[in-house]
């Protein structure tokens, strides 16, 4: 009886932790047109995954990319609730999703980063005001003053 106890309770534990909830994607890279771009590495772009429903400990967690866009979020660091799920890049317009993950199960998201026109680009140089803070990321290359 003890045996059988025994056995049921670490069937259990190996069962679970294979079960645990995971965030699955892939980031794509296009043209204004939303054409593939070939000559840009996806690799290493962060993916920022934000419990909005969840407590403080469970709130975020973030990974990066491989050469083919795909990215997983690690074991045990999605919990039950509704994550924003955002990437940013530079020269790109910035990508954000909403998804509602389960206590067991993955969700998969595809995310487009769509190139920005040069020319719709801004630098801001470090100043004393607020004047633009409200901006798309992946429109601003910021530098620290004296550059």
Known sequence: MKIKYLISILLIAVLSSGCSSKITGVVRLTDMNMKPLTKVSPEGIVVNMMNTTGSLES??????????????????????????????????????????????????????????????????RAQGSDADKIINPGEVNIQPPGM
């Open 59 to 124: 709130g975020s967690h973030a990974v990066s990319t491989d050469a083919k866009g795909q990215f997983i979020s690690a074991e045990g660091k999605i919990k039950k609730g509704t994550y924003k799920i955002e990437v940013t890049k530079f020269g790109f317009v910035t990508d954000t999703q909403s998804v509602q993950v389960g206590s067991f199960g993955t969700r998969e998201v595809t995310l487009v980063l769509k190139k920005i026109l040069r020319s719709k680009r801004r630098s801001i």
